[in-house]
């Protein structure tokens, strides 16, 4: 009888365990070393962007908040950017947020301010709300400055939406 007590509350925890809402995604990045993090849910998170193609929706992703970023543009980019740093010490930077756009494809760049031969470009593509955490990473020399450009459209006009935008240091 006790075996079968222990059988079944080891049945019970691994159910419970195993059916968790936890992604270990969302957990993973969670324990991340923030640089930079925006859910854009007041006019303070757009401080330090520059660029005229953007505002606030309540367009968002499940448990993201009340808004989202929307950048908006067409055929001169870039329409939104900002930058990260500089700091004390090297960092190796990643990226993480979830995006969506309305149609065709838009973009975004990660790279050393200067510098033309490094970088992240990444291609949002999706119309549903998808989580992007590209596997490269940007490592940023100590003293310089690493920019995030939004480029949404090319020859037309296209709102591509931002949430929970992340940059880590990894190192």
Known sequence: MKNLLYLVLFGITFFTISCSDNDSEVAESASCNQVFFSSFENGEDFTSFEGFGYYRTDD???????SSLVVCGG????????DVGPFDENKELSLDFMARI?????SLSFYIVGSIDSGVHITVSDTLWTHYQPIETLLLP???????EFFSGGLFALNTYYDLFTICDEL
């Open 142 to 148: 100590a003293d310089e400055i690493a920019r995030v």
């Open 75 to 82: 055929c001169i980019g870039p329409h939104l950017y900002f």
């Open 102 to 106: 309305e149609q065709y494809e838009s």
């Open 60 to 66: 968002v992703p499940a448990s993201a908040g009340d």
